[in-house]
């Protein structure tokens, strides 16, 4: 889903950073192929440091009070299209983050990606 909405949009895809816990879904044959496939970089946190998984569990809470628990979903694909609108339109959109110097995440990739244009000029 990721991949596709970055696709929609324009947006590159290889060279993005999934970034994910030590769980067996994360090492599975099927997922690194789906990696390479994209040209995406699998990125681990280290066993038994908290630390590393910091932001997805910040993420996952703001998923879980803002989506999750909201109401009865009815259809797994009714969750789904939820959480992908709650990502992408408020998550990555609107919602400026203090780590990213008060951007958008959309904005702040805007940046590095401007300023990678201009280093390369």
């Not at 060279?15 to 044959?29: A, E, L, N, T």
């Not at 910091?54 to 879980?64: G, K, P, W």
Request: hydrophobic fraction near 40%; glycine fraction near 10%.
């Amino acid at each position: 889903t990721a991949v596709a909405a970055r696709v929609r949009e324009g947006a590159e895809v290889a060279g993005c950073v999934v970034h994910s816990d030590r769980g067996g879904q994360f090492r599975s044959k099927k997922f690194l192929r789906a990696l390479e496939y994209h040209g995406l970089q699998g990125s681990m946190g280290r066993v038994g440091a908290a630390g590393d998984n910091a932001a997805m569990e910040s993420f996952f809470s703001l998923l879980q009070n803002n989506v999750l628990d909201t109401g009865p979903w009815r259809t797994r694909q009714q969750l789904r299209a939820r959480i992908v609108s709650w990502i992408e339109g408020t998550y990555h959109r609107r919602r400026k983050q203090k780590s990213l110097g008060r951007l958008t995440p959309v904005v702040f990739e805007e940046v590095l990606q401007s300023q990678a244009v201009a280093l390369a000029a």
